[in-house]
């Protein structure tokens, strides 16, 4: 009996070599990133198998054995990054339009997107992605649009909120023009059958009633400059770009009553600050169109961006003077509610004006520094809160043993230098590796 319990004793052992032999993946000597607390571990050990980072060791000589092993020598290792404002094309197949975007949003680190404008597709897309049988982010994805064309009563509102939670989506999109007795009939149907809602402020319903009716998150800042101005204000002028009308009447010292409910109602936020410092802002159109990464999108895509910046700055209301006061407002309330609101979750709306899916994200890390966040808190809104958001936290946004492998290599310090994350050393999405010669491969080929 002993002779045969000793036999199974080195039966199991032999198996779990095996096992630790049969690694997908390793990125050895690097040094990993935590994002909770900007702490640096050096020469990590990394394994990756099935999608997962099993096993993190300061110990060189591991007996893994993978196909691929990723020299990380002088590099670190970071969680891939979320884009919570994204757009997903609307074809009804994979292929084309909707793989190269897909890919753009990978190239660029963004390894999960919470699609904010769903349709069947995106269902099907997500399940795909789940499988790893295309090459994509993780996909949350919100429903068709609600908005005041799609619902125009209490009795049409309910009938789509329970049909798109039966559907499967994530959450509900909220967009402009919904009267106040059906966006409240959304939110009753919604907490009744267990579907977040999010997105846009409609005029009728107003942010505070917005936050105390508990957003998930409220998208673009959309609703809080408004909430800023008086009511006499409110009444008699049209809001224009998200509040831009209401710039001078706006009084600041309301932003931390605003803050406050966004905390007591657990509301993140996303800024989305980009469409405010591209495509809204006083730049030459052309010059943006001129970037390098414009050559990823179609060229009437493009013109259609360059007409669209154009109608925003020549229009009677818009001044250089006026849209600095607007986004210095907007830069005080969101770095309040970084501070003392529930928090911020990276987004830039791509693809919209010049925001190209996957390089806008690093414009967006850019305008978060400008609001006053620390490169650390800069990357957090884009990884462990976008985990918290999802309460996945320990399933993705930060390289922890067990997490999803969602990853990206990058040759500098990011906590020093965001910038660095632009030109990375490589990305892992889910354990599959793409090197920097295969991203630039497939994105020549996109170009073409």
């Not at 690097?30 to 198998?49: C, F, H, M, P, T």
């Given at each position: 009996m002993k002779i045969i319990n000793l036999l199974t004793l080195f039966f199991l052992v032999a198996c779990a070599q095996?096992?630790?032999?049969?690694?997908?993946?390793?990125?050895?000597?690097?040094?990993?990133?935590?994002?909770?607390?900007?702490?640096?571990?050096?020469?990590?050990?990394?394994?990756?198998?099935?999608?997962?980072i099993v096993s993190i060791s300061d110990k060189a000589g591991l007996k893994h054995s993978g196909k691929n092993l990723i020299d990380g020598t002088g590099k670190y290792l970071m969680p891939g990054l979320a884009e919570m404002h994204a757009h997903i094309p609307t074809e009804t197949s994979w292929g084309g339009n909707v793989k190269n975007t897909l890919f753009l949003y990978v190239s660029q680190g963004v390894t999960t997107i919470r699609g904010m404008q769903g349709n069947a597709l995106h269902l099907e897309l997500r399940s795909k992605a789940e499988k790893q049988e295309i090459v994509s982010p993780r996909i949350f994805t919100a429903s068709p649009p609600l908005n005041g064309s799609t619902v125009k009563t209490v009795e049409e509102a309910d009938e789509k909120v329970r049909k798109y939670a039966a559907d499967g989506y994530d959450l509900l999109k909220i967009l402009p023009g919904i009267k106040l007795e059906v966006f409240d009939q959304i939110v009753k149907t919604a907490k009744e059958v267990g579907i977040p809602f999010a997105g846009h402020v409609p005029a009728d319903v107003g942010i505070r009633h917005a936050l105390e009716s508990g957003y998930a998150s409220i998208d673009h800042m959309d609703g809080y400059l408004t909430g800023l101005a008086p009511e006499s204000v409110t009444s008699t002028t049209e809001s224009g770009f998200f509040g831009y009308?209401?710039?001078?009447?706006?009084?600041?010292?309301?932003?931390?009553?605003?803050?406050?409910?966004?905390?007591?109602?657990?509301?993140?936020?996303?800024?989305?600050?980009?469409?405010?410092?591209?495509?809204?802002?006083?730049?030459?159109?052309?010059?943006?169109?001129?970037?390098?990464?414009?050559?990823?999108?179609?060229?009437d895509q493009i013109e259609k961006w360059v007409a669209s910046k154009k109608r925003m700055i020549e229009a009677d209301n818009f001044n250089e003077a006026q849209w600095r006061k607007y986004i210095?407002?907007?830069?005080?309330?969101?770095?309040?509610?970084?501070?003392?609101?529930?928090?911020?979750?990276?987004?830039?709306?791509?693809?919209?004006?010049?925001?190209?899916?996957?390089?806008?994200?690093?414009?967006?890390?850019?305008?978060?520094?400008?609001?006053?966040l620390t490169p650390l808190e800069a990357i957090q809104t884009g990884t462990i809160n976008a985990a918290k958001y999802f309460n996945m936290e320990g399933q993705f946004g930060e390289v922890v043993e067990?997490?999803?492998?969602?990853?990206?290599?990058?040759?500098?310090?990011?906590?020093?230098?965001?910038?660095?994350?632009?030109?990375?050393?490589?990305?892992?999405?889910?354990?599959?590796?793409?090197?920097?010669?295969?991203?630039?491969?497939?994105?020549?080929?996109?170009?073409?």
């Open positions: 095996q096992k630790q032999q049969e690694v997908a993946l390793i990125i050895e000597n690097v040094s990993i990133v935590n994002v909770r607390d900007g702490s640096i571990s050096n020469n990590q050990y990394v394994a990756i198998d099935s999608g997962i009308n209401y710039t001078t009447a706006a009084d600041t010292s309301l932003i931390d009553e605003l803050v406050k409910m966004s905390l007591d109602n657990n509301v993140w936020v996303v800024p989305t600050q980009t469409l405010f410092t591209r495509w809204f802002s006083p730049g030459d159109p052309l010059e943006y169109a001129a970037q390098p990464e414009m050559k990823y999108m179609p060229e210095d407002i907007r830069e005080k309330c969101l770095l309040a509610l970084h501070r003392e609101g529930k928090g911020l979750i990276l987004g830039s709306d791509a693809p919209q004006v010049f925001n190209v899916p996957g390089f806008s994200i690093h414009h967006e890390l850019d305008d978060m520094l400008d609001v006053g067990n997490a999803s492998a969602d990853l990206i290599l990058v040759n500098n310090n990011p906590l020093e230098d965001l910038s660095t994350i632009k030109s990375h050393a490589g990305v892992v999405v889910r354990g599959l590796w793409l090197s920097p010669e295969e991203i630039t491969k497939e994105l020549e080929e996109i170009a073409r």
